[in-house]
Nanobody
Framework: QVQVVESGGGLVQAGGSLRLSCSASGISDFNTMGWYRQAPGKQREWVASLITDGSTNTLNTVKGRFTVSGDRAKKVVFLQMNDLKPEDTAVYYC?????????WGQGTQVTVSP
């Protein structure tokens, strides 16, 4: 059974930093591991991804503040978030794609106070 577990969320003041972690188990590899977020009353949006070849993609509006990284062998992905803004407040979800299947974590809350 595939399990995806996030950690690292919390409450931080604007301008602060947080580092989210995600680990996947029950799979031998992945095609992509990435991060999505969903703010109250809004649709879930893609934030960043780690591709199996080691390349990364990041949402333009957070590029320069958010950095995605990870380890394919360990099946972990991280999201370093710097200079956080109140509009970054959301539940952040880790997503793993492998062999045509998509798996989600339970989400971790990030709250940025003004």
């Amino acid at each position: 059974q595939v399990q995806v577990v996030e950690s690292g969320g919390g409450l931080v003041q604007a301008g602060g930093s947080l580092r989210l972690s995600c680990s996947a188990s029950g799979i031998s590899d992945f095609n992509t591991m990435g991060w999505y977020r969903q703010a109250p009353g809004k649709q879930r949006e893609w934030v960043a991804s780690l591709i199996t070849d080691g390349s990364t993609n990041t949402l333009n509006t957070v590029k320069g503040r958010f950095t995605v990284s990870g380890d394919r062998a360990k099946k972990v992905v991280f999201l370093q978030m710097n200079d956080l803004k109140p509009e970054d407040t959301a539940v952040y979800y880790c997503q793993v794609r492998f062999q045509g299947q998509t798996h989600w974590g339970q989400g971790t809350q990030v709250t940025v106070s003004p």
